[in-house]
Structure formats: C-alpha cells, structure tokens
C-alpha cells in the first residue's frame, strides 16, 4: 500500500480507471494497524482491480477535513474520480470484500 499526500492524491486516486481504496489511519490508532494485514491481503488479491492508498489523517487534515474524516480507520472507494462508498470502523477480509464488490 502506498502513502499518499494532498499533492499526490489527484494523481494517486481520482485518476486511475481502476476501483481506489483510500484508507484514512492514524498511527496512534489500534484498530488502523489491525486493519493493515487485511488491507494488503485484499490489494494483493484483487492486483489490476483494485488499489489501496494510506492517508495518514493526523498529517494530513486538509484532505481529512475535506473528506469529513473525523475518526479512523475510515474507507473510502473512489471510482472514476468519484467517492462511491464509505465505511468507518475495522472490518473483517469478508466484509471489506462485499462492500468493494458492490462498489
């Protein structure tokens, strides 16, 4: 997974024609961290389909704000330069494997 900045997310995620994942963490967040083997899990395993991005929310709050990102870990799945769904919260492989195939 890669970390993204403000300066890279046009680039990183509302450009590429495949399904973004964009993880919103803290490093101080416990269930972020327990999130990040599952996270690589999936990007390994839907490898062309999908990509997933990390946006750390503490360093960067403009794009956090813009999102209204106020607790983490919180998802996003960007199609098409456009937010299709949302999630907050740590979820199990399963559940993040439904939610993105109904994205």
Request: proline letters at 5%; aromatic letters at 6%.
């Given at each position: 997974?890669?970390?993204?900045?403000?300066?890279?997310?046009?680039?990183?995620?509302?450009?590429?024609?495949?399904?973004?994942?964009?993880?919103?963490?803290?490093?101080?967040?416990?269930?972020?961290?327990s999130?990040?083997?599952t996270?690589?899990?999936?990007?390994?395993?839907?490898?062309?389909?999908?990509?997933?991005?990390?946006?750390?929310?503490?360093?960067?709050?403009?794009?956090?704000?813009?999102?209204?990102?106020?607790?983490?870990?919180?998802?996003?799945?960007?199609?098409?330069g456009?937010?299709?769904?949302?999630?907050?919260?740590?979820?199990?492989?399963?559940?993040?494997?439904?939610?993105?195939?109904?994205?």
């Amino acid at each position: 997974m890669k970390q993204i900045t403000k300066a890279d997310f046009e680039t990183e995620v509302l450009a590429p024609p495949v399904l973004v994942l964009v993880d919103f963490y803290t490093e101080a967040c416990g269930p972020c961290r327990s999130l990040q083997p599952t996270l690589m899990e999936i990007e390994s395993e839907q490898s062309g389909k999908l990509k997933i991005v990390k946006v750390n929310a503490a360093e960067e709050s403009e794009l956090a704000s813009r999102f209204g990102v106020n607790n983490v870990p919180n998802l996003f799945l960007f199609r098409n330069g456009q937010c299709v769904a949302q999630r907050l919260g740590a979820r199990s492989k399963k559940d993040l494997l439904a939610w993105i195939a109904q994205a």
